[in-house]
C-alpha cells in the first residue's frame, strides 16, 4: 500500500500563491488516482481536485476552478496542488489523498489512502 506525505502549507496572503505537495512511498505514485480535500475549522472535509490514475483528466470543485491546478509527477512519486489567487475562504487543513481505481470519484470514502495534512491559512 502507498503512504502519502503532504508539506507546503503556511501563511499566504489574499491573492498569494502556494504549492502544496504530496510524497508518495512504498508504491509507486503511477498506480494510484489522487485527490485533495480540506477541512475548514467546524465544517466537514470537502473535495477540492482530483486526478486520474491516467493523469489525463483532472476535475475540481467549483469554487477553485480556474485558480487551482492538480498533477502528479510519477518519476517523482509526487503530486501537487498549485493554488494561485488564494481567498480566505480557502484557509484550513489539505489532505491528499490516493485510490487505486482508474475511474474519477469526488466521494472521500473512495479514497483508502490518506496523508496527515497540512495548514493553509489565507489571510485578508
Known amino acids: 500500500q502507498v503512504q502519502l506525505v503532504e508539506s507546503g502549507g503556511g501563511l499566504v496572503q489574499a491573492g498569494g500563491s502556494l504549492r502544496l505537495s504530496c510524497a508518495a512511498s512504498g508504491r509507486t505514485f503511477s498506480d494510484y488516482g489522487m485527490a485533495w480535500f480540506r477541512q475548514a475549522p467546524g465544517k466537514e472535509r470537502e473535495f477540492v481536485a482530483g486526478?486520474?490514475?491516467?493523469?489525463?483528466?483532472?476535475f475540481y470543485v467549483d469554487s477553485v476552478k480556474g485558480r487551482f491546478t492538480i498533477s502528479k509527477d510519477n518519476a517523482k512519486n509526487t503530486g501537487y496542488l498549485q493554488m494561485n489567487s488564494r481567498k480566505p475562504e480557502d484557509t484550513g487543513v489539505y489532505f491528499c489523498?490516493?485510490?487505486?481505481?482508474?475511474?474519477?470519484?469526488?466521494?472521500?470514502?473512495?479514497?483508502?489512502?490518506w496523508g496527515q495534512g497540512t495548514q493553509v491559512t489565507v489571510a485578508s
Open positions: 489523498a490516493a485510490r487505486g481505481s482508474f475511474t474519477s470519484s469526488r466521494g472521500r470514502k473512495e479514497y483508502p489512502y
Open positions: 486526478l486520474t490514475r491516467s493523469g489525463l483528466t483532472t
